[in-house]
């Protein structure tokens, strides 16, 4: 990432994506354009998917339904997709979250999709974790407010010990957008694909976001002015 590249706060990007939608482009056509920007990153990078496991871990906001959208847009070719909600879908935050989840439920045969919501969740998605090629962390992003509450703490240590590669959704979970504060706990990525502009608080971070890739999701110009 070239170091003289504009950064933007989480805030102004709220703005930017309300006058998207606006504008008439809507915050499901924008999560779309993330999650298909989010998948194309990682199909370039394992160009032969067949038989990788792919482990998305989704937290109840839009973070989370970038993942979906994602998940969906590598489900063919051969690869074994797991989605984990760490929430039951009862609670996803957005229409956009619960529009991308209803679709995967329409895809059992592509897609395996676990909701917090038995016993056995943690430990089937420890599991998952320990096994999974490529880890999509989508658990948080720029909805996070406070220390982080369990079980996300837990599940970043399980997901920084694997050995999977491990892509962050807009920033690492555990990383202030922000400020760059990084939480006693923090996915340690290998990638991260961040939408429209790279957000002031992944800059000089590189231990957790690893690689950044800031990915165009087809916000208007006009919408970037007040
Ligand atoms: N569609 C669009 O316009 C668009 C465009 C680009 C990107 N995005 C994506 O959307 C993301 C922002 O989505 P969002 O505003 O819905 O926020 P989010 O970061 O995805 O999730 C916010 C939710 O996380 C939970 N949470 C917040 N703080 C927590 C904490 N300390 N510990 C545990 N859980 C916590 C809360 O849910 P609970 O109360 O259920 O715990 C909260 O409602 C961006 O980062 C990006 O990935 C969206």
Redesign the pocket.
């Known amino acids: 990432m070239s170091i003289a590249m504009e950064s933007i706060t989480?805030k102004e990007?709220?703005l930017i994506?309300d006058r998207?939608?606006a504008i008439g482009v809507s915050?499901?056509i924008?999560?779309e354009n993330?999650g298909a920007s989010l998948a194309r990153e990682i199909r370039q990078r394992f160009p032969n998917i067949e038989g990788r496991r792919i482990v998305f871990v989704a937290?109840?906001?839009?973070?989370?339904?970038?993942a979906m959208v994602c998940a969906r847009h590598l489900a063919s070719g051969g690869p074994k997709v797991m989605v984990f909600l760490l929430?039951s879908s009862e609670?996803l935050?957005?229409s956009?979250?619960s529009i991308n989840w209803k679709i995967l439920e329409k895809m059992p045969k592509s897609v395996d999709l676990y909701q917090n919501t038995f016993d056995e969740f943690v430990p089937k998605l420890v599991t998952a974790i320990e096994e999974g090629d490529i880890i999509v962390d989508?658990i948080?992003?720029?909805?996070?407010?406070?220390?982080?509450?369990e079980p996300?703490p837990s599940i970043i240590e399980k997901i920084n010990s694997s050995n999977g590669y491990k892509v962050a959704?807009?920033?690492p979970t555990g990383l202030d957008?922000a400020t760059g504060h990084v939480s006693n706990v923090c996915i340690n990525a290998d990638l991260t694909v961040t939408?429209?502009k790279v957000k002031a608080g992944l800059i000089g971070n590189l231990r957790e976001t690893g690689e950044i890739v800031v990915a165009s999701?087809g916000i208007p110009p006009e919408a970037t002015k007040d």
């Open positions: 989480p990007m709220g994506e998207s939608e915050k499901l924008l999560m993330a937290g109840s906001g839009n973070n989370g339904g970038d929430k609670s935050k957005t956009e979250s989508g948080l992003g720029t909805g996070v407010k406070g220390e982080l509450r996300i959704v807009d920033a957008q939408f429209h999701i």
